[in-house]
């Protein structure tokens, strides 16, 4: 274990950031990982590191804090791998050990110590498939404003679903909420992303 938490901490898995996970990794990865080997675990973590890295984000919004947390979840998944039982899918699993932790770290931090930018995404240079307003909101001053100032499960229930293309089902599942929830947020989000679009009319005063 110690050889596998200095790895983490030196960087070997932060800083990487592979290619959004859509599905599970094979059974035999996690069968290793499990049995304590440290590629495979490293590989898990390898798979899933842009989607944690959103949730992180979304939460945090600061880098340094979302390497902090994907640290502290590496730990937390190592530990706890030996007794994962596959009641939800790994990638949910880990999903919401980043989004508890995130949640954790920000309910600690004062005001004056977390500024929300909206400045960095992950892979921003990949150019993945994504809405209109997604693409929208990474464009428009406006619009990231008022993207940094949703809730933040607002904010990950835009990426997961808008950026991301994840499925309602899906990111209830990563968010432990029903999918009424998910249609919830979503719907409030982009109410409020779209009011920021909207330029108050100016009536001209009679000369």
Not at 31 to 37: E, K, L, W, Y
Not at 106 to 133: M, V, Y
């Amino acid at each position: 274990m110690a050889a596998v938490v200095e790895s983490i901490r030196v960087g070997s898995w932060q800083g990487r950031s592979a290619v959004a996970a859509r599905g599970e990794v094979g059974p035999e990865v996690l069968a290793a990982a499990i049995g304590g080997d440290r590629p495979a675990f490293i590989a898990i973590l390898h798979h899933y590191d842009r989607v944690l890295r959103l949730v992180a984000w979304q939460v945090l919004g600061d880098r340094d804090l979302m390497d902090d947390v994907l640290q502290e979840v590496a730990l937390k998944a190592w530990r706890g791998l030996p007794g994962f039982r596959g009641e939800a899918a790994l990638g949910t699993w880990l999903s919401r050990l980043t989004y508890n932790a995130s949640v954790d770290l920000l309910r600690r931090l004062r005001p004056d110590e977390l500024a929300w930018t909206a400045g960095w995404l992950p892979d921003e240079h990949e150019a993945p498939t994504i809405t209109d307003l997604a693409e929208s909101v990474a464009e428009s001053a406006a619009l990231r404003a008022a993207f940094a100032a949703l809730p933040a499960e607002q904010r990950i229930t835009v990426m997961l679903v808008d950026r991301e293309g994840y499925d309602y089902r899906t990111v209830a599942d990563l968010l432990d909420v029903r999918p009424g929830t998910v249609a919830s947020r979503l719907n409030r989000a982009h109410a409020a992303l779209r009011s920021a679009l909207v330029v108050p009319s100016t009536k001209e005063t009679p000369s």
